[in-house]
């Protein structure tokens, strides 16, 4: 105990340490963020730490799942625009999501194809991005852009949400002389090109 | 030595190993891919495996960059059909291949993320894969299709190869009722219009 550590509940402490989490992964991976690195930060003894997150994997696992909490909250469309606007609102927040959270994403996507349970969170935040496109309030955005919901609408929204992740992290690498704005344009304008029944 | 191994030059012996490695990766993944399993398959004994492929890792890396070419072969375009069809065939071929190899494919994808030389040669063979429509024969099937190369296209390139990946993987799992050539028009379209100007 030192004179300096403010008096909270445990949850409101466990909190404050996976926001802090959260933070730190912003700017380096998962294997860089240790219980050693949160304690020097949150000035805690790492006993305290297993304490509160058991281990380093139930600690990476509970900071990954707060981030991925964060970012559906930021991304979340909202109802009073219309449908390409509000697309493109939404894609701008992952983008500068992406873009602040760097270090920590990409070697998240990383981890996620061989940690079983990162792949979980992982996947089951990427299910609610692009699901939402389908719920009450989406369908009728996309009723709004010609689209409808089918087996096959699904599975090229998934391929985008794909599509979207490797050019956003590709991009935020280099950006190649592409403006934000055009990058959100094409990204909007491929998902409704993609949707569109086909031609032939 | 057995009585009915067949006398081959080193270099035939290892060409034919390689092939028996990428057949049996068809089915398995590479996990599930070991010097045991080839040599029980071959008829022939661990040590002569190690002779040609030193050690685990080697023998994967062998597997799958002979893995990778041959993905490459198969879905070459040939130079006499009209850019759009060039392109379906091409994508029918890479579907083919993702269907025949499923196991052994998905385990790359995944082991890709994590292995740093396979993850070279992957990034490699894709790289392959999309460069060659910016090459001397594919930019003029682009500009066919009223398309430019820009850091742009580029990138929007790079974005659809992982949408093609992640769609058609979903697909050979659960096709949902699309047809092949349904799921071969929509990647075809999405690509022509990912690449395209942006309206606004």
């Known amino acids: 105990m030192t004179s300096t550590r403010i008096r909270m509940t445990p949850d409101d402490r466990r909190e404050q340490l996976l926001g802090l989490g959260?933070?730190?992964?912003?700017t380096r991976s998962l294997?860089?963020?240790?219980?050693?690195?949160?304690?020097?930060?949150?000035?805690?003894?790492?006993?305290?730490?297993?304490?509160?997150?058991?281990?380093?994997?139930?600690?990476?696992r509970a900071v990954v799942r707060r981030a991925a909490d964060e970012l559906i909250e930021v991304t979340?469309?909202?109802?009073?625009?219309?449908?390409?606007?509000?697309?493109?609102?939404?894609?701008?927040?992952y983008v500068d999501y992406?873009?602040?959270?760097?270090?920590?994403?990409?070697?998240?996507?990383?981890?996620?194809?061989?940690?079983e349970s990162l792949r979980e969170i992982y996947e089951q935040a990427r299910a609610t991005l692009?699901?939402?496109?389908f719920d009450v309030a989406g369908r009728e955005q996309l009723a709004a852009l010609g689209i409808t919901d089918s087996p096959a609408t699904r599975l090229m929204v998934r391929g985008w949400s794909a599509l979207t992740e490797e050019v956003v992290i590709s991009w935020v690498r280099t950006p190649h002389g592409v403006s934000r704005d055009e990058?959100?344009?094409?990204?909007?304008?491929?998902?409704?090109?993609?949707?569109?029944?086909?031609a032939g």
């Open 130 to 133: 692009t699901d939402r496109l």
């Open 22 to 26: 959260v933070h730190l992964l912003a």
């Open 76 to 93: 979340a469309p909202s109802s009073d625009e219309d449908p390409l606007q509000q697309l493109m609102l939404s894609l701008g927040a």
């Open 183 to 198: 990058l959100l344009q094409r990204l909007a304008q491929g998902l409704v090109a993609l949707v569109q029944e086909p």
């Open 31 to 60: 294997d860089e963020l240790s219980i050693d690195v949160l304690a020097e930060e949150a000035g805690i003894s790492r006993g305290l730490l297993y304490h509160y997150f058991g281990n380093k994997q139930d600690f990476h």
């Open 98 to 115: 992406v873009t602040e959270n760097y270090q920590g994403y990409v070697s998240l996507v990383r981890a996620a194809s061989t940690d």
